[in-house]
Structure formats: C-alpha cells, structure tokens
C-alpha cells in the first residue's frame, strides 16, 4: 500500500532570515511518518503574500495533505490568512465563534484583546476553523481539489500541541493509512561513527525492509530503525545489540543519566560527584532526571586547589607533586567525595578544558577520571578534542559512560 | 540598490523524515544576508534523484544564488551529484585533483579510503571542484542560465567552514552587493514577550529602515535589529537601552555567564556557589567562560540534607523548622559557602523543580535564592512554571540576573 505524501510550509520572516532554526517541520514530519505518510518535502518562505501564494501552489501540487505552520497572529506582519484567502479564490470571512474562543482565553489571563486581534478569527470564506487551546490564533482547514491544507500557528509550543491534539486524530481518520510504521532508535557511544555505520547498514542489508539511518549526536551516535514488519525490525535490533555489545548503551528516551540512576537505583546504592573540568556538567546531567534525589547525595565542583583539599582531603602535597590534572589527584577526589559523602561511588574529572591552561605535557584536552567504588579507586586518562564546551561534554559521557559500565559489570 | 536574492536547498533523508533538524540553512542564511543577499526561501528535500532534479530547477527560478547543502558522501544514498548532473545535462566526469585531495584527507588520519570514497571526485562536466580542507567530500559549482549553483557538504561543521572560507568570498568579489547589513542583537531578561514586542515595535516605528523582531530564547527574549543605515540603528538600540532600562543585560554574543564574570573580574572578586535545585546548572554556565577559573572558587550541589550541613553549615535546626525549602535555608546556604571558601560573593538555590515532591504549601517550582555579599545576605523566592529542565534553567536565570544586577548596582 503507498503512503500518501504529506509537504510541510513554515512560514515567517524569522526563519528565512536565519535569525531562528526551525524546529516545527521536524517534528510535523516525524508525527505524520509514524501515523503513516511519508514526507514529499518541507519549504520555508518568509511573511510575503507572493511567495506564500507560490508555496502553497507549488506544495499542493506535490501532496495530498500540506501543513502550513506561522503568519497566523495578530501583527502586520502575519500574512498567511489573506495570501490562502487570494490563493484559495475567497474572500476572508469574520469568524464569530473563533473571535469567542479568543475572547475567553484573554479572559482566562486576565487580559483584554487588542483590535488586531480581531484579525486572528478571519479565515477564507468555506474554511472550517480549528480551534486553538494553547494559545490565542485558531487554526483553520480547507480542502482544494485533491490536496487538505491545515493551518496551524508557528509558536512551537502551540504548533506541537495542535498537530498533536488537532491534526493527526483527523488525518488518522480522513485517510486509510498503511500499517504505522515502527520506530527504534538505538544509542552507542565510544566507536567511531564510520565504523558504527559499517555495521549497522552491512547487518540490515538483508533486511531491505528496515531503513536505517545514523545520526550524531555529539559525543554520541543514534541509529535511527524503522519498519512496518516488525518481526524484521526486532531482528535487526537483536543483531545489532549483540554486535555493537557494550558500545550500545541505551534505546530510544533513554539517557547515560537515565541509566546510571536506574542503575544505582537498583543496587540501592548512592552516588557523589567531584568535578574540576567539567564544571557541574555531569551534576547538572544527574539531576535532569526525575527522582535523582533518591540517589545524588551531592556534588562539588573543586576549581581551585583549596577547595580540592578543604572538600575533598585532596593532600596539598599531592597536589603539589602531581598537579591538579593528574592521576594521582583524580583518584583523591573521588575517594574524597566517596568517603566525605558515605556512599557507594564516587566519581571525579580534572582536566583543561582550555582554551588556555595547556602545556605540551598538558595539553588542552587532557582530562583524568577518578571512580572510587566498594571494591577500590580506578583511574582513567583521556586526551579529548575540541573547544571548551565540547572538551566539557565530552568529559561529562566518557564519565558517565564508565559508570555505567561498572554498574552493569562490564569488563574493560 | 535591490539585494542579489539566494535559495537555500537542503538534501538528506535524515531531514525530511525529521530525524534530525536542520541547522546548516539559518546559518547560510545569516551569512548571505550578512554580504547583502535577500533569502527567496529554503527548501528541504530527501535523498531522491527526482526530487532534487525539481528542487533544482524550482530554486534556479527564484534566485541567482543556490546554495545547495547535503548529499555529497561516498554512500549510496547520496545522490546529488548525479541528480544535478542529469538536470544540467552533463556527464559525470572524475576529477584527478579533487581524488588527490581526498587521498591526502586521509593519509592524514593515518587511514586508507574504500573504493566508494572515489565517488567524492566525480562531477558533472564543466563544474568547478571547490577543495574542502575540513573533510573528504569536495564541493563544486555550476553556471546555469543566470544562475550559480553551489554544491557543498552537508555535515554541519564542514557546511559551515565550507560556506564562510570558500563560498562567501567568492560571492563577495563575483556580486556587486549593496552596503552591508549592520546586525544587532538586544537580550532582555524578566519582562513578558509582548511588553517587549509593544515597546520595540513602538519606538522602531519611526525608522522604517530599521527591521526588527523578537525571539524567546527561554527564558530569555533576544530583540534582533538590522540596517544599512548604521545611525539610524544606533539610534534605536540607545532608545531601547533607555527604555528597557536594566532588563537589557547585553548584546550580541554576551551571556549572562559571561557578564557576571567580566564584572566578578573587574571587581577582583569571587564567586562561591552553593545549589540544590539548579542541581549544578548555574556552575555549569559559569564555567562556560573562558577564563572563568580566574573568579570561581568552587560549587557544591547540596542534594540532601547532610550535605547541606556538612559543607555549608546550615544548622540542622534550620533545616528542621523552615525545610530544605524556604528563605531562611537559602540564606544560610549562600553565607556557609562564602564564609568556607573565604570568597566576596556566595549565590544559593534551593526549590522544587518537579515533577513529584510539591505540596499545597510548597509547589513545584517555588525556588528560594540566597545571595551572601560583602554587604550582607539577601533571600528572593520565585515561583516558576513548566517542566523539570525548564525550571531549572528559568532558576539559573534568575539567579545570575540577580548577581548581574547587584555587581552592576542596580536596585531592585
């Protein structure tokens, strides 16, 4: 069974300007594949009558279902209502019960309309208005020969909850759509991506089925997986996992911070952090998880000596002998915190996250880890690459990622 | 003088299936504006030889520049170069120079090409191979009619290297451009989006050759300001600062991270940070700065209780009577770490960030801050909406323009 094409249009002089990246088409396009359409193209115009008339032509010619995403609020400058009004060959008509749904939602804020406003309930003449319960512009349907354009407002907060609560239930029930179309995607860390593509694409070549695709997702690498047969999707999954091994950490929503909490979680176990190098980064990434509270006791970030000696016991003449950024003073620190704090695990980083602070022996980049556990302190060394904020992202993985390793018991 | 218009088109399946969001075109925008270009539009299409070959010939109609990213990698699903080789109506011809330069890429990285990566040498006849020193897949350009077609790579880093050292240069001698646009960025932090919108709207009435507009940075608004004509831009940006008065924090590529340490250092001062709820965030902004280990002492994320005690001092007792939560804790919070780290400055969040742990009393997003100065200890509570990550990053928020603005001797 073909799928039937989908065109997203955003519309707005913000995005052509490059003053925003789009993120509505996206995630129109990945909502409307996994129901079953697959993407003819997206295209972006600014707030000009012409060229919105020209898009919507040109888009309406190239599917049967067409997202207009933007231009639909109160301003001069949101031009879409009038320029689908000339394209479409009606007139704008004044909505009276779109005005009321407006009318309400200021209400509901304690706010009063503006005149302009009143623009935001005008559509074509034989639209069917959609209404809008995330913010004030309704968006609006309208059926030209072979092609449904929805309308929608561009804000992504709004554009998302009306694609989700609005569209797709309709298109769900308009067009009889092939089986949905499964999603997988699966996350490795620590092989390069040229050589995670080797594997992937040679195992699922006997699977023509499967599309695949990578991406990175610095430091990082997805796999993205799909398929309508999901026999042959939990096949190649099954390859793949045992192929990649360790490397393959996590599916789907899952985090290196999501599992390393499931993980300490599980064994009961609580976790402290000493970070120099990476700043709070890792801390940071610990607490986006919801519940980290049951098992972060807490966490320093020692950027000057004294602190690593005061917080942590970190021997100034440990410190004096080895240098911050050393083997010697990354185990300290995690043995610091661990005892400091009693808990199971303690993990540290010292590094030079630059741009300045490098010398030939140590050069920027340079970066020790310290994990101090029930069975002992490790110590690692890693020489990373990039400017300070990849050098701290990078850090805060391969951290995370060792820990994650010991929790599951891998053997490095 | 009318500006020379460009297109941008965008090639790859991991766009159009929206695995993946584009950044390489907003970019290319700011870039080609910045030189005097009118953007005609974008357009994003999947790695389908038909699909380019339209795109093609869409963009050429609309614009004398394409700029054409995408699709351009040794693998079979990279199928621009034969699609535009069909649409112009060449052969593709392998290019001996360009191989060369592919094999030296890889000599480099001490590794040997596969028989695929030749693939990156050929294009259609009688295009100009353009070199690319930041990876293997050269780029080309090609004279149809009136317009110029640019072919370049489209992983983010190497487009935009690509873009800036090769293809902006040539455009700047290739195209007689109009003067420059001069770009401004105004960044305003805790007042709603359309106060802001009403304020620089109304003032930039009045200089109708100076175009504005408002992005939500969250929880930050950025106002971007652009003209040929450089007093009149100046003019508003100086009304703006009047009017906006101290929610105006910088411009351009100032941050808040960066303000509060260029004035931490003008001051010879330091700063001590003691977190619970930012769970690291505020000492992860903070060493986002180059430099920054000139003015930050250290940080500790005080997650429990103990550690609440241990490294801060806040008594027990406190804890007990008033809760993690409250005014009293954050203040003490923010004097135990100045006072044990012997700093000028000692910044404290503690609150709620969700989703469990809310009561009647204490909901999600009631964060109380602490701010221990050489003038004494002052408390804020804020209370903050949305999920876990944004109230985490709407409290760093906070929490820096706070210090910005007591460095800076604002009174609130």
């Known amino acids: 069974m073909t799928r039937p094409k989908a065109f997203i249009l955003l519309i707005g002089n913000e995005l052509v300007r490059g003053s925003v990246a789009d993120i509505n088409g996206s995630l129109a396009a990945r909502e409307l594949r996994r129901i079953g359409f697959q993407i003819a193209g997206f295209e972006i115009v600014g707030d000009d009558d012409q060229a919105i008339e020209r898009a919507l032509r040109a888009s309406g ?44 939602w200021f209400q509901n804020l304690k706010r009063k309309p503006v005149p302009d406003d009143r623009r935001q309930a005008e559509f074509p003449a034989g639209a069917e208005m959609i209404p809008n319960r ?18 929608l407002q561009g804000v992504p907060r709004e554009f998302s909850a009306f694609l989700q609560e609005e569209i797709i239930p309709r298109l769900r029930k308009e067009f009889s759509l092939p089986s949905p179309q499964i999603f997988r995607t699966l996350k490795v860390f620590g092989i390069s991506e040229g050589r995670v593509g080797a594997i992937i694409f040679g195992l699922a070549r006997a699977f023509p089925q499967v599309t695949v695709g990578t991406r990175f997702y610095f430091p ?30 996590g599916e789907n929503d899952e985090t290196l911070e999501s599992l390393v909490g499931m993980l300490l979680a599980e064994k009961g176990w609580k976790l402290a952090l000493a970070e120099s190098c990476t700043g709070g980064l890792i801390a940071h990434r610990i607490t986006e998880v919801p519940g980290s509270s049951n098992y972060f006791e807490r966490g320093v970030v020692t950027y000057s000596n004294p602190s690593k000696t005061e917080l942590l016991g970190v021997a100034p003449d440990l410190l004096k002998k080895f240098g911050a950024v050393s083997a010697e003073v990354a185990g300290a620190m995690a043995e610091g915190v661990k005892k400091n704090s009693k808990v199971e695990i303690g993990l540290s980083t010292t590094g030079i996250a630059g741009p300045t602070g490098g010398s030939p022996e140590k050069p920027v980049g340079l970066v020790y880890f310290g994990l101090a556990t029930p069975e002992g302190v490790f110590t690692r060394k890693e020489l990373l690459f990039g400017g300070r904020d990849r050098i701290k992202i990078f850090a805060s993985a391969v951290a995370l990622d060792w820990l994650r390793r010991y929790l599951q018991g891998i053997d490095d």
Chains 1, 2 share one sequence.
């Open 134 to 151: 995330h913010g004030t512009a309704p968006g609006f349907f309208f059926r030209q020969a072979q092609t449904r354009y929805y309308f």
């Open 220 to 249: 990082e690498i997805w796999i993205d997986l799909e398929s309508e047969d999901g026999e042959a999707l939990e096949t190649v999954v099954s390859r793949a996992r045992s192929d990649f091994a360790s490397h393959l950490f």
């Open 61 to 104: 010619e190239r599917a049967e279902v067409v997202i207009v995403g933007g231009g639909l609020g109160p301003t001069d400058d949101d031009r879409t209502r009038g320029a689908a009004a000339r394209f479409f060959g009606r007139e704008l008509v004044f909505n009276a019960e779109a005005w009321e749904n407006i009318e309400d």
